[in-house]
């Protein structure tokens, strides 16, 4: 089984990758469910996606590794302990706009951000603005699951570990409600 196959199992063992019948926080239903959260719990998971992220972005040679608080956090922390370079993060403020508040930036530096799933790529892109705000050039993005389909915000092309593209349905046209499948609705909201 090859890393990627690999990675995918751990993703299904440790509950980050369900299939059943979801009622997405968009309102849309799925078949898919993503919550890598589950897949970083376990930090044998956590390091082995790290340093696969690690050797995608090693060439970018960065200064150090940025994320978004909170779902960044564990998998930037492990990309930068496999590329032995610090690791800052972003968290957002009161007005729930993201900012640098624990760390300054070292002058004249490079970073990556990572993060643990984008859709939109909208969290990454507001880390992105913080990093080129403070004269950092952002050099790349890396995340665990793509979900964006090639329709993300980012600037350039993330490298990711796994690319899908799970299919979604209005509620009034879901097939699994067609076949009276229960519904869950996990998620973090």
Known sequence: MDKIEQLKEMMKVSGA???GHFRLS???HSGNYMQCARLLAIPE?????????ADKLRGLKPDFVTAPAIGGLIIGHEVARALNIPFLFCERDDKREMKIRRFEFPLN???IVVEDVITTGG???EVGKVLQ???VVWSGTGVIVNRSGGKHVLPHQPASLWDVNFEVWQPESCPL????MPIVKPGSK
Request: overall charge negative.
């Open 17 to 19: 990758h369900l299939e």
């Open 45 to 53: 998971y956590a390091a082995f996606a790290g340093e696969l992220l």
């Open 123 to 125: 969290s990454t892109m």
């Open 26 to 28: 968009s309102g849309l």
């Open 133 to 135: 705000d403070n004269g």
């Open 177 to 180: 409600c067609a076949k009276e």
């Open 109 to 111: 530096s490079s970073a």
